[in-house]
C-alpha cells in the first residue's frame, strides 16, 4: 500500500512539473512567457544587438546558411545554462540546412561553439533545441528536407555588452556515400 501511494505523489510531482515547463520563443518575436521585470532588473541596462550575416555554404548535397545573429536579455524566460545556472543572456544565431543527397544528413550546432575576440569559447546552450519553440533543432534531417531556427549561445552581462565580434564553428555531416564532413567557422561582427 505505501509503494501505491508514493508512486501515487510521484506522479502527481511529475505531472506538477510537466504543467510549469513551457516552451518559449527566442527570436526576435514576442515571447510566450511572461514579460514582468523585478525592480532590480528594471535598472538594469537593456541589451540587444542584432546583425545580418550572409554565409552560405554548399558541400556534398547540403547547403548551410547563416543569416543573422542576435543578442538578447532572456532572464524572463528561465533558461538554464549548461551549469545548472540562470541564463540572462543569449547570443541567438540563426541558421538552417538543407540536405539535397540521397541520404539524411547531420548536425549538432547546439554542440558547437562561439569564440569570442578575446579568445573565450563559450558552448552552445543544451536542450535548448527541446524547450525552445523556434531553436535549431539537432539531429538527422532527411534527404530533401530543410531544417531551420536558432542556435542558443548563454552569455554573463559583461559579454553581452562588449560582443563586437566573434565565430560561430559547427559541423554538418553530409548524406553522401563518403559520410563526408564540413567543419565551419561563420564570423560575427555587430
Given at each position: 500500500m505505501k509503494k501505491i501511494v508514493g508512486l501515487s505523489i510521484?506522479?502527481?510531482?511529475i505531472l506538477a512539473l510537466a504543467a510549469c515547463t513551457e516552451d518559449v520563443t527566442v527570436g526576435?518575436?514576442?515571447?510566450?512567457?511572461?514579460?514582468?521585470?523585478?525592480?532590480?532588473?528594471?535598472?538594469?541596462?537593456?541589451?540587444?544587438?542584432?546583425?545580418?550575416?550572409d554565409f552560405t555554404n554548399t558541400a556534398a548535397g547540403q547547403t548551410t546558411k547563416?543569416?543573422?545573429?542576435?543578442?538578447k536579455q532572456v532572464s524572463d524566460l528561465n533558461l538554464i545554462d549548461n551549469e545548472m545556472d540562470q541564463v540572462d543572456?543569449?547570443?541567438l544565431i540563426h541558421m538552417s540546412v538543407s540536405n539535397?543527397?540521397?541520404?539524411?544528413?547531420?548536425?549538432?550546432?547546439?554542440?558547437?561553439?562561439?569564440?569570442?575576440?578575446?579568445?573565450t569559447q563559450i558552448d552552445g546552450l543544451m536542450g535548448a533545441d527541446v524547450t525552445v519553440d523556434d531553436a535549431f533543432k539537432d539531429g538527422e534531417i532527411a534527404s530533401g528536407a530543410t531544417k531551420s531556427g536558432y542556435v542558443l549561445?548563454?552569455?554573463?552581462?559583461?559579454?553581452?555588452?562588449q560582443f563586437k565580434?566573434?565565430?560561430?564553428?559547427?559541423?554538418?555531416?553530409?548524406?553522401?556515400?563518403?559520410?563526408t564532413q564540413k567543419n565551419y567557422s561563420v564570423a560575427i561582427q555587430f
Open positions: 510521484c506522479l502527481l510531482l526576435s518575436g514576442a515571447s510566450s512567457a511572461s514579460q514582468t521585470e523585478s525592480s532590480s532588473k528594471a535598472s538594469k541596462e537593456k541589451i540587444h544587438k542584432q546583425t545580418k550575416l547563416v543569416d543573422s545573429a542576435e543578442i543572456f543569449v547570443l539535397k543527397a540521397k541520404d539524411e544528413a547531420t548536425t549538432y550546432p547546439s554542440q558547437g561553439h562561439v569564440v569570442l575576440e578575446d579568445g549561445f548563454p552569455l554573463k552581462e559583461k559579454q553581452a555588452k565580434k566573434g565565430a560561430f564553428k559547427f559541423d554538418v555531416i553530409a548524406g553522401d556515400e563518403m559520410l
